[in-house]
């Protein structure tokens, strides 16, 4: 049997698991409030919290870290890991993953802190690390790719691969189809939200969610007008670094009604916020455009719609995707989070010898 450690680093949150073999045997979520954050506010010092976080978990509940087989680990950006499949830390890879590190800077995303957890975790111990299905898979068609900027401008592929990819294998076999053979939307609503055309088991398209595409979340901005984007920065005279700050962390829900609680915000719209009203189905309005985008880059031809996510617990919201994207397919919903499952299940194919992971040496 093997023993699996799942880690999964939100931005103020760590979530971990333990499945045997392909079966989940118990999670853990930390949640780290605001305090938390301000108190180990370094990438440095977030490692070491977190780090003994799990430590502490491991104690109050009976385990080692030499207990595991393996650890499946929620993977950060590095652009050379294209390919879609489970990738083992090593080489480039993990030198990559490593260089997102800044020590001395606050995390922009909790997955620039993990690789540091999880290596010192495991320390002298040879215990192999897998990622699954990191956020810069890139299936993209030609067209997906062109800017109308030129100078060698170019779309890119970032969104959540992971959970995009493990809600299109189970619309495949919920539909007793095989994923390969099938045409879907999927979108992911959580922290960011990422709309993906799934071609034959590719994601031919799918908006950026690093760096502002595609729907408001609740922090990030989503797709800007330019002319905004200019007024922000020269304007308003903000720095690179402002602008981003403002667009990914300050914006969203948060920048237009001050929170970035779904459910506080529903309960404000219950009370008679008509603006909370407007502002929450907008949200919603540009996710099901961008479904609808999706369904003309797969030629309208679309097998099933699929949604995920925390977000999706939300009626409000899915009641009014559901009313503008109904006509295009039928629509199979996943609320909740698959992440850790799938990055389990993905690093079991490799233990058990039904997949060979990926390498970049």
């Known amino acids: 049997m093997h023993k699996i450690l799942v880690i999964n680093n939100g931005g103020t949150s760590t979530k971990i698991a333990v499945y045997h073999d392909d079966q989940f045997v118990v999670d853990h979520v930390f949640r780290h409030s605001l305090e938390d954050m301000k108190r180990h506010s370094t990438s440095r010092e977030q490692v070491a919290f977190r780090k003994e976080l799990i430590l502490a978990w491991f104690q109050e509940n009976g385990y080692k870290m030499q207990d595991f087989s393996c650890v499946a680990m929620m993977g950060g950006t590095i652009v050379e890991a294209k390919r879609s499949g489970v990738y083992l830390l090593s080489g480039k890879y993990k030198e990559g993953l490593l260089a997102t590190y800044v020590p001395d800077e606050p995390p922009i995303h909790g997955n620039r802190i993990i690789t540091p957890i999880t290596l010192e975790l495991i320390g002298d111990l040879d215990i192999p690390v897998y990622v699954t299905d990191p956020p810069s898979v890139d299936e993209f068609d030609a067209v997906s790719r062109i800017v109308g900027v030129g100078g060698g401008y170019q779309r890119r592929s970032a969104f959540h691969a992971l959970s995009q990819k493990a809600t299109g294998r189970k619309m495949a076999k919920d539909l007793g189809k095989n994923y390969a053979d099938c045409r879907f ?68 829900l948060i920048g237009l009604l001050g929170t970035d609680n779904i459910i506080e915000v529903e309960n404000r719209i219950a009370a008679g916020d008509e603006y909370a009203a407007v502002v929450l189905e907008a949200m919603a309005y540009q996710v099901a455009k961008e479904i609808g985008a999706c369904a003309a880059a797969l030629e309208g031809r679309v097998d099933a719609i699929g949604i995920t996510g925390g977000i999706a617990y939300s009626e409000f919201i899915m009641d009014h995707i559901r009313k503008r994207v109904k006509a295009f397919a039928p629509i199979l919903e996943y609320p909740g989070e698959c992440e850790n499952e799938a990055l389990a299940l993905g690093a079991y194919r490799v233990v058990s010898g039904q997949e060979q992971p990926l390498t970049l040496e």
């Open 185 to 252: 939307v999927v979108a992911h609503m959580g922290a960011g939200i990422s709309v993906g055309a799934h071609r034959d088991g590719k994601v031919v398209d799918v908006n950026d969610v690093g760096e502002g595409e595609g729907p408001f979340t609740p922090q990030r901005a989503g797709t800007v007008p330019t002319y905004i984007m200019l007024d922000l920065c020269y304007e308003k005279g903000l720095t690179k670094k402002e602008a981003h700050k403002r667009i990914r962390g300050a914006a969203g």
